[in-house]
């Protein structure tokens, strides 16, 4: 070290306060705490925990194929990525992305889905967001199949009482 910057270094050790351990710690956490909150926003709050699930007999064959597509694409899913999903879990030939892209983000309100932005620099544009399935939308998923699947099994048995 040259002279003049062993000054500059001593000067500042003298003049500069240094943060408290405390102040350091509060800080960071903050820090990550924000970064949390820009992805994907999925980080349950105390409110979101005390939700039960909901009840999903509301949701029809597309509701339940677009939980599915966000689900299957590991939360790498695009508004265009899952329609082309819920095409392939229908096996319909044309589902309109307006209608996918709606129903995301009617179930990002209710919680089931979150939305991250893929280009944070591009935070506006609703169309570049990867979706992924929160707790609460596992659960809504899981009950809507159990329901098609008791109500398929009743279809092909027999009906008790009338053996």
Known sequence: MKQ??????????????????????????????RIREMRFQAEPSVAKKAKETPNADWMHD?????????????????????????????????????AVFLILILMERMDLVSSSPIDPEKSKELDRYYFAITELGREALGKALAKRQRAADG?????????
Do not use: C, S
Request: aromatic share 6%.
């Open 155 to 163: 279809v092909r048995g027999p009906l008790k009482g009338f053996a």
């Open 62 to 98: 597309f509701h339940v194929a677009i939980l599915m597509a966000v689900d299957q694409l590991q939360g790498y899913g695009r508004p265009v990525t899952i329609t082309l999903k819920v095409e392939e879990i229908l096996g319909a030939p044309v589902v309109w992305g307006t």
């Open 4 to 33: 003049d910057d062993m000054n500059i270094d001593e000067i500042l050790k003298q003049h500069l306060p240094r943060a408290r351990q405390e102040d350091i710690d509060a800080a960071g956490e903050t820090v990550v705490k």
